[in-house]
């Protein structure tokens, strides 16, 4: 995976809710890990639909298609992809850089 | 200031719940919202939306579909199954592509839909559409709420020449369509007519000035009428010195009966007083007589276009009006068809009977039938006759002047 950061443009008048949103994405990934440590297919299918509204709304546009895939993934049980779009959650989160406009 | 809170600065504000179980979505949709000027709240489930709607009131619901507890469908419909909040509008939170939640979400009453991911110029159109409504729909259920005092009162000025204000209230509170009550005005109908008239006066005002006259009638008129509200009759007519009170209408009365007799008695000792103070001052004798019967008459507004009366017309109010001619002062007199209800129990509440002062006969010769019950309240004494060709088995009892208590137990031959 690239090292380079991926940019984020979110808008200006919602920048002092983004400390709390980025925290609560950390949390949210550790949990999607445990999940799927726990085989729990319901709450990965819960947080993937939560990521997939919340995501978006804030400009995050991957964050929204990383939950589909988490939602789809556990509706499947695919454990493969469960994987998946959890490592490329986590490559995401290192390298996410937000600019406010 | 921004679109929707534009113009509306003297107003207070517009107000939102926002119900989500994600506390970035919740504040990211209240933030959108309070930019625009509305106010914001915030429900993390169901169970404290709804204690938050109970508390805050407010004008929009925004809402998450799938959360822990109840749902958003269940939130929904159950806000929309209640009286107090059926026009709040609930604005249901859904993924676009998720048509089936919108299909659920319209079974359950929600008004409006906003799509996840929430685009902002999405949000600030759907809600400042909703506003829009919600303030028509205020601005018409406040009209609606005006135009149904004003009727209400339309009625209450309209009636209360003919009913108690305390009846008046009463029908209007506690019957729906209450209006109804009112303008159903041709109607037929089981009544108890009451007829009383002044006895003696037509001497009386031979002899006092004519000045005095109306002002007499008037004091007497009012005792009448505060006996007749008093027990709720509905007074119907006053014509020289009679006076018309029907029971059983407009509205059901199940003890009609009972409070046309109680009516009789009180009209009888609230004028004693009075008659008495006539005497003192100018000699002569008054008195009340009163006839009352029962059975269906028609009730309606009679007369022509430029003057109606609400009345009741039928064979009772004639047998009425002729048992108050043949009553002697202060006598009440109780038809065949009134007689039918509840015997026993109006001749248990005269005033002689069980107090040792009245006095119970049977009358011989023509009369034969009548049972008379006498007995004195105050300064007044009064007289109750019940008219009837026959009486039937197991009627009634009343206490004698020696404690004697007269049954009667059979069938009296009548003497109409």
């Known amino acids: 995976m690239s090292d380079q950061p991926i940019p984020v443009t979110v808008a200006k008048d919602l920048e002092d809710l983004i400390p709390t949103f980025m925290k609560n994405r950390h949390k949210e990934l550790e949990t999607l890990r445990a999940a799927l440590a726990a085989g729990d297919m319901e709450q990965l299918r819960q947080l993937g639909h939560r990521m997939k509204g919340v995501g978006n709304s804030y400009g995050f546009e991957l964050v929204s298609v990383l939950g589909k895939k988490v939602e789809d993934g556990a509706k499947a049980t695919d454990r493969a992809a469960l994987e998946a779009g959890i490592a490329e959650y986590t490559d995401y989160l290192a390298r996410v850089k937000i600019v406010y406009e | 200031m921004s679109d929707l809170a534009s113009g509306q600065a003297a107003q207070t504000a517009f107000r939102v719940l926002v119900v989500d179980d994600d506390p970035d979505m919740a ?169 009383a008239d002044l006895r003696g006066f037509t001497r009386l005002s031979e002899t006092v000035p004519v000045s005095s006259i109306v002002p007499m009638l008037n004091e007497y008129f009012t005792e009448l009428t505060s006996a007749a509200h008093d027990n709720e009759g509905t007074v119907f007519s006053m014509a020289g010195d009679s006076m018309l009170v029907g029971f059983n209408v407009p509205v059901p009365q199940a003890d009609a009966t009972g409070r046309a007799v109680a009516t009789a008695r009180a009209m009888i000792q609230r004028f004693a007083p009075v008659a008495a103070r006539w005497r003192a001052e100018h000699g002569l004798a008054t008195g009340i007589g009163v006839g009352i019967e029962a059975g269906e008459v028609v009730v309606g507004n009679v007369g022509a276009p430029s003057f109606m009366s609400y009345t009741i017309i039928g064979d009772p109010v004639n047998v009425a009006a002729r048992l108050m001619q043949r009553a002697e002062p202060n006598e009440i007199v109780i ?44 300064d007044s004494r009064e007289r109750v006759t019940l008219e009837r060709p026959g009486i039937g088995a197991g009627a009634f009892s009343c206490r004698a002047d020696n404690g004697a208590t007269a049954q009667h137990a059979g069938t009296v031959a009548g003497d109409r």
Not at chain 2, 81 to 105: F, M, W
Not at chain 2, 114 to 133: D, G, N, Y
Not at chain 2, 368 to 377: C, V
Request: include cysteine; aromatic fraction near 4%.
């Open chain 2, 27 to 195: 504040g990211f949709l209240a933030r959108l919202l309070v930019q625009q000027g509305l106010q914001a709240d915030t429900a993390a489930d169901g169970p404290a939306a709804l204690a938050r709607i109970a508390v805050l009131q407010p004008d929009l619901v925004l809402m998450d579909v799938q959360m822990p507890g109840p749902s958003g469908f269940d939130i929904c419909r159950r806000l929309k199954s209640q009286e107090a909040t059926a026009l709040l509008p609930v604005v249901l939170v859904t993924a676009l592509e998720d048509h089936e939640s919108r299909v659920r979400g319209i079974e359950a009453g929600a008004d409006d839909f906003l799509s996840k991911p929430v685009r902002r110029e999405e949000l600030i159109a759907r809600v400042k559409t909703l506003r829009r409504l919600h303030e028509i729909r205020k601005e018409l259920e406040g009209r609606r709420l005006a135009a149904e005092v004003q009727r209400k009162d339309e009625i209450r000025k309209a009636f209360a020449r003919y009913i108690s204000p305390r009846l008046a209230e009463r029908v209007l509170r506690e019957s729906r369509g209450s209006e109804e009550v009112f303008r159903n005005l041709s109607n037929r109908a089981a009544v108890v007519a009451l007829f």
């Open chain 2, 335 to 378: 038809g065949p068809g009134a007689e039918r209800l509840d015997l026993h129990d109006r001749l248990r509440a005269l005033p002689g009977h069980g107090r040792g002062n009245g006095r119970a006969r049977r009358n011989g010769g023509t009369a034969a039938g009548r049972w008379h019950a006498e007995g004195a309240a105050g």
